[in-house]
RNA sequence: GGGCCGGUAGCUCAAUUAGGUUGAGCGCCACUCUGAUAAGGUGGAGGUUCUCGGUUCAAAUCCGAGCCGGCCCA
């Protein structure tokens, strides 16, 4: 790019960045950059890999946003960051999207259309979803390694899962165990427990009496899963609970009913009875032993009915003032409570229900029917057999499968597990080797699920997925005698078969009919897959290809730093944790960054299944990318929901247009004058710069400083408000505008070149600073800044440091004083209808304090020439001026103590109060009315504040809410001041008639000017001289209306005929 | 049902760490200014600080109960 080349008159965001990623693609920007940083210091970053189903939404968009704005600030600071992109491709949610597609409906589908074709069709299906996403990211400018992504489909990654696999099963953390899971019946698989997702069903409500085998009457158990019930090996109650005995009546019998004290009303209402008595009391351990007959024991002959089925035993699950009736129906076959308390009491396991969710032969009479099916003809038959109580129905939320959201169920099935419970101390006091953002999601959140994580089921009964290295002996079902692979050397070298290592593809097609014979036993592969979960909590070595290639595990694991969304406590942070300790016993990352999830401007969540989103394309296409950017950065990255706005959307884009019209104001200047950066730089120029110079490079620091800190912090938001800030109050607004006169300056002068050398070095600072940012509007003015003088994009620049040399906070608190005054000043003339064109005689300053006065002191020429002010006058501290009234404002925190309930009364009476001297007596006097005997207004209770007089305009200034001084314009008019301001007038119009003409700023012209009122006509000739120079008039004189351009104005009443005509090109140039 | 986070102007958020007359930006309205500006300036409207109760002279802030939203767990 050429330096201080033109650039678009308005900021386009999509023809920039269109040209930015032409420039990328042309200089290689990134790979320089990365080159760039080939030797700093290593910084490991792992990317959580999004899931290969479906496109990038918001909450992604947010997440590689927040990425790339961190590996941009770290490379900036010097690092050499591992920016290797991942993506996670196995899984139940890609094989039912690929079932759909086919039209199947069970795994019988599968099995027909052969596993081998199925797995092709999954790869197939999660490679075209990464395409999607691989082009999303890129589009949203994130640099990252896109030519080499890591993906958990190739045989390098899930090396690297059985790697930590094996490393587990080495420590003794690998068991095949007999459990209750939740099992989806249509996938035919387990899930885990965090693959559940609940949701809101109508269900059956049933209460069932068991009758009591030695005894009068029946124990009452509430359910609603009727479809247990044939399971049922014992009844649970609280040993420490309250029970009843109620003899109750219905239709005229007579009943013997036990349950919790607490529930008695409430279950006997249930049952319709129309009236009852408590005829016992006693508490839970004296039903302990109880043994009652099973409801459904001739519908299902094979019920348990072992040493100590059918009885009544304690188990802390029970609430007797919870739902039910505090006796709980307990099957082991099923819950997962009943299942660890069945295993303590010593029991069989009875589960008369296949992976499919369908009855077999042990359910009798239920045989062959699904289970939730069944619930209607158990309770037909409970009924039958008089153990009904009540039937009804119950809206309560349920588990579904997360994939296809059919109802779970809990049943006993074989799984392989990771046993962290056996080493859960070790995940704790590894969790203290991570340090998060925010500290809260660790030690709360995070804590709380780690301690109370059960066992890891990693096995899945399907397709697609990384299998389990674990081959048993044919024929033999438990883990006493196993193989466990851990890479494909190993696999190579111990299989019967011939395996190329560097060939094989790991999937289940492949290595399922792999055998492998030892010491005369041959060994088959257990057909599960790994939970996908076990995927991706390999990526801190997945991403390094360890342990195919171990050049850099050494150096670089554990990880640097990872950014989520805190969904993942239960997912990717703790997945990485458990494998991390399990395998390495160490924690694979070190900090965290843990994110919200992007929600829809009225706060509800997105959903891409009820079409309730906002499309990160439909964000570009009307913002750009910049802007979407600079837009999810402004959030808190720590831990809150972001809620999306258009309006935040357009703010974003207004504060980029006004950085673009900073930027691009000096340019022409800096052309025509042949501004060359690097031959005059600031210390150059340091002895010629003025106050304002200084301070905007102060400011500059200051900003810089800001930003560091609040990066560190991870509060990227706060970082780039002050930027922000900066560019828009500081630069814009203040200095901008203070600098402009000295840039119109046709001469050399060495205040112009210093005004030059200033901005020049606050632009390219600020582009910097903006990068990680907005990195395409950066990358274009900072190529139009520096042209060939520097790095290729900006990307490559070094973070800004602090320069001490133009530190200076008393500048900047002087001009903060200032700029408050200024305001007030403002706002004072506005009040006595002085526009600011024209000059008044004096502003009045009185100040607060001293640091006040000293600022006004030390400053006064400004202030005058940014109030347009004849001269500023400071009354300091300890003057007052006498024409001035006072009012009190009171402290509450004084007058809460002294006043108690009537303080607000006596800050009202102190408000109100108008005195002519700041006066304590005086002001007592005024408030006399709410103050009782022996009251006093204390110095400390109250600040006088001045009451403006009524012919001159004040107003109060202060600083961070407190006031300091007041501002007051006299607004009196004098001949002189007359002349420059109607001079000021004509000057304006003309301009705005020269802008109408599209006149270059250098084009000369003729003045016609004719003023109708003659006082005001020799007030402004008096400033002929002003004016001609002010807008380039060589001439003064009649206009042929047909070469020139004519307007007849009014100022003010008065009537004015301007008419300006361009000189010709020959004359206008010098 | 439990845990965590949040609820303050139309919108996005500050002020909660140590209780003391609720603030900013954006948006809106009016006026104004304009030789970088789809800009800028000044003013205005806009608040039961989610609700109820408690502690206190005084509560957005502390305590209790509840409501709403989000995430997690069951």
New binding site residues.
Partial sequence: MSRFGEVD???DPHALEQRVFDYWDDVDAYEQTVEHRSDGESFFFVDGPPYTSGSAHMGTTWNKTLKDVYLRFFRMQGYDVTDRPGYDMHGLPIETRVEEQLGFENKKDIEEYGEENFIEACKEYAEEQLEGLQEDFQDFGVWMDWSDPYKTVRPEYMEAAWWGFSKAAERGLVEKGHRSISQCPRCETAIA??E?E?EDVEDPSVYVKFDLADREGSIVIWTTTPWTIPANTFVAVDEEGDYVGVRAEKDGEEELLYVAEAKHEEVLKEGRYEDYEIVEELTGEELIGWSYDHPLAEEVPDHPDHEGAGEVYAADYVDTG?DGTGLVHSAPGHG??DFERGRELGFPIFCPVGSDGVYTDEAGKYEGQFVKEADDEIIADLEDNGALLASGTVH??Y?HCWRCDTGIIQIVTDQWFITITDVKDELLENIEDSEWH?D??RD??FR??VE?A?DWNVSRQRYWGIPLPVWTPEGRDDDEDRIVIGDREELAERVDQDVDPDEVDLHKDTVDDLTITEDGTTYTRVPDVFDVWLDSSVASWGTLDFPEDDSKFEELWPADFILE???Q???WFWSQLGMGTAALGEIPYEEVLMH??A?M?????MSKSKDILIDPHEAIDRHGRDVMRLFLL???PQ?????F?W??M??ME?HL??LW??F??PLPYMRLDDFDPQETTLEDVDGDLELIDEWVLARLQSTKAEMTEHFEDRRQDKAVDALIEFV??D???FY??AV?ER??EEEDSASKEAAYATIYRVLRETVALLAPYAPFITDEIYGTLTGDAEHDTVHMCDWPEIEEYWVDEQLEEDVAFLRAI???G??AR??AGR???WPVPRVVVAADDDRVAEAVERHTDLLAERLNAREIELVSAEDRWEELQYSA?????????A??????QV??A??EARIDEPDLDLLEEAVSDVLEEGESIEESMVSFVTETPADIAG?AFGLN?DDRGVAYVDASLTEDIESEGYA??V??R???M??DLELD??ERIALDLEIDDDRVADLVAEREDLIRE???ADELRAVEDDDGHRKEWDVDGVTMEIAVEPLAAAEASD
């Fill in positions: 008159d308005q900021y427990n965090n559940v609940y919870g997962e409570e309560h939320s588990g925010p809260w999601a709360n959140r709380d699920f109370e059960p969304a805190h969904d406590t239960r997912g919200g999830h929600l401007p009225d706060g509800r969540a402004s959030n808190n831990g809150d929901d972001m809620r706005s309006d935040g357009q703010t207004d247009r006004t019209n900073v691009r104001f828009v109050e630069v814009s607004r901008v505008q402009r840039m119109w200024e305001e007030a403002a706002n506005q009040q526009k600011l064109r404002e009171a402290d509450m925190s004084e007058l809460g103590p006043f108690g309930d009537r303080a607000g800050m009202n102190l408000n107003t809410g000021r007038e000057i304006r003309v301009q705005e020269r802008k700023v250098e002010e807008v380039r």
